[in-house]
C-alpha cells in the first residue's frame, strides 16, 4: 500500500529546484545514507568550494578519501556497466590525488522524480543504486567506465579502507 504519490501541491511549483539540481541533491542524499549506515562521517563540500572535482570527504579513519558523485536516470540499474565523459580537469585534480579518489554514479531506475521513492507503510523504499569506480588512476580515458559489479553497499567500505591503508605501507625492497 503507498502512502503518498510524492507529488507536490501546485502552489509550491515556484520553490522547486530544476530537474537536474534535484537529481544532484538525491545523488548526495543517497550516498550519504549509505555512508550513514556504516557509522562513517561524510562530509560535503560545499558547492562554491569544489574546485578538486570532487563532492565530498570521507572519513575512514586512516585518513579522508575523496567522492565525486553524479545521479542520473539515463540508465538502468541493471546491466553490466554504465559509463560517464570525463572533463579533462576532473581527472587532472584526481590524478594529483595521492589518496584513492572514487567516482559515485547513483542510478535512478525511474527518471520521473515523483517515483524516485516509493512511501509504503512498512518504509520508504529508494528506486536507486548506485555504483562505484576508483578513478585517481584513470588514465586519459574520455568516459568512465562504472562496472555494475561494484555496487556501493557498507561493504565498500572495507575494500576502500584497504585501499586507503596500502597508500601507508612501505614499498617492497627492489630485487637483486
Known amino acids: 500500500m503507498t502512502v503518498t504519490e510524492g507529488v507536490l501541491d501546485e502552489s509550491l511549483t515556484d520553490l522547486r529546484l530544476p530537474v537536474n539540481a534535484r537529481k544532484a541533491r538525491y545523488g548526495i542524499a543517497y550516498v550519504s545514507a549509505v555512508f550513514s549506515q556504516a557509522g562513517v562521517p561524510f562530509t560535503e563540500t560545499s558547492p562554491d568550494e569544489d574546485h578538486l572535482a570532487v563532492d565530498g570527504v570521507l572519513n575512514l579513519g586512516t585518513a579522508p578519501i575523496c567522492i565525486q558523485v553524479k545521479c542520473s536516470g539515463q540508465f538502468r540499474i541493471r546491466g553490466r556497466s554504465a559509463s560517464w565523459s570525463v572533463e579533462p580537469e576532473w581527472r587532472e585534480k584526481w590524478t594529483k590525488s595521492k589518496l584513492p579518489v572514487y567516482f559515485i554514479l547513483v542510478i535512478l531506475d525511474i527518471d520521473d522524480h515523483p517515483h524516485w521513492l516509493l512511501h ?18 584513470l588514465g586519459k580515458e574520455k568516459r568512465i567506465k562504472i ?13 576502500w579502507s584497504a585501499e586507503v591503508d596500502a597508500c601507508f605501507e612501505p614499498l617492497a625492497p627492489a630485487a637483486a
Open 120 to 137: 509504503k507503510v512498512d518504509g520508504t523504499m529508494h528506486k536507486a543504486a548506485a555504483f562505484w569506480v576508483r578513478v585517481d588512476k
Open 147 to 159: 562496472p555494475k559489479r561494484q555496487r556501493l553497499t557498507v561493504d565498500t567500505l572495507s575494500s
